[in-house]
């Protein structure tokens, strides 16, 4: 077995401490990545906080699940990778790679529920996933993605979550030049969709509580930032967009989101995973849908890091030593982060 170090909930609560803990030796199409920076994402508190139906307990996790490292070692049947490449991995380790839908690269929709970067007993020895709050990471050279050159490794960790939970939908949809696009709350996931929006040519509407962040919006690529809280403003924009990419965390009406949807438009609801009442009338005016989506496949985040490279697309981050993990859980609950914290694991070493 391989030793690392990481931060771990020991007790299954938010508070993380620094911990030893083992890595399996590599198989033959394993490879060990150097864990350099990993994002830190609204997902691993709602893990923490006991949110997430399907884990029991958080006790034992280590977070973490959009990193970008360097290649350390390789398995005796890895062809894609050698020791020094740079790569980025995101929410997904494996699959059963036989299903139809990891047959389409859809491996994060795997009939037989693929294996998460952590918090998900592995499909061959059924040992439970530890994430990359960590120094060393090892999984199937499949699942790990070729980092492009000119991406800051940094600032493109939070693309492997946040940034292929936008794309997928975005894909989706269809959207391109003369589409309208909304994104409900500018945060991690947020300022990437209107970022990535932008990028395709959509015409991108901000939707906010307050209008302080009207300025950021614009500098994303944005056209405006709409008021949530003001009934005169969305009266105005009834009806009117394609797809509204709800990155919004906490519970929280939709009938005021579904309302700004043009004939058949989409909202797909990304940013809070648990139960939430929906008024079907709302759905029923206009043909309206109600989407959500999970993170993505190999497919499509290799589409993505494409994208990313070619339009200079990455994350507006803080980036902090992994010592300073609680601090960021922290302010991340209190929603105060512009737009993604990203820790250094080097201090690991």
């Known amino acids: 077995m391989r030793t690392t170090i990481g931060w771990q909930s020991v007790d299954g609560t938010v508070a993380l401490q620094r911990a030893a803990f083992e890595r399996r030796d590599l198989r033959s199409d394993d490879i060990a990545v150097r864990v350099d920076y990993c994002g830190v994402c609204h997902s691993d508190l709602h893990l923490l906080n006991g949110m997430m139906p399907h884990y029991k307990n958080a006790a034992g996790v280590v977070p973490g699940h959009e990193f970008t490292g360097t290649v350390a070692a390789v398995g005796a049947a890895v062809t894609r990778f050698a020791p020094g490449d740079q790569v980025a991995v995101g929410t997904l380790v494996d699959s059963c790679g036989a299903c139809p839908m990891c047959q389409v690269g859809q491996e994060n929709f795997c009939l037989e529920r693929p294996t998460s970067t952590y918090g998900s007993p592995d499909r061959l020895d059924g040992t439970i996933t530890k994430g990359a709050y960590s120094r060393e990471y090892v999984l199937r050279e499949k699942f790990a993605y070729r980092l492009p050159a000119g991406l800051d490794p940094a600032a493109a960790a939070p693309l492997m979550c946040a940034g292929i939970t936008m794309w997928e939908p975005l894909r989706e949809a269809g959207i391109g030049p003369g589409s309208r696009v909304a994104v409900a709350g500018l945060g991690g996931l947020g300022h990437l969709g209107v970022k990535l929006a932008a990028a395709l040519g959509a015409e991108v509407t901000v939707l906010s509580r307050t209008a302080g962040k009207a300025d950021d ?29 709800d990155t919004i965390s906490g519970p929280h009406d939709l009938s005021p989101l579904l309302r700004l949807l043009t004939l058949e438009g989409t909202l797909s609801v990304l940013g809070f995973p648990m139960q939430t009442p929906v008024n079907l009338m709302e759905l029923s005016f206009g043909r309206r849908k109600l989407s959500s989506s999970g993170t993505g496949g190999t497919k499509h985040t290799t589409e993505l890091l494409s994208f990313a490279a070619e339009h200079g697309i990455t994350a507006d981050i803080e980036l902090l030593p992994s010592a300073q993990v609680q601090h960021a859980l922290d302010r991340l609950e209190r929603g105060d982060v512009r737009y993604r914290f990203v820790l250094d694991l080097a201090d690991l070493d």
């Open 217 to 245: 919006a614009r500098k994303l690529g944005a056209v405006e930032l709409l008021v949530t809280t003001d009934d005169t403003q969305l009266a105005r924009a009834a009806s009117r967009f394609d797809l509204i990419l």
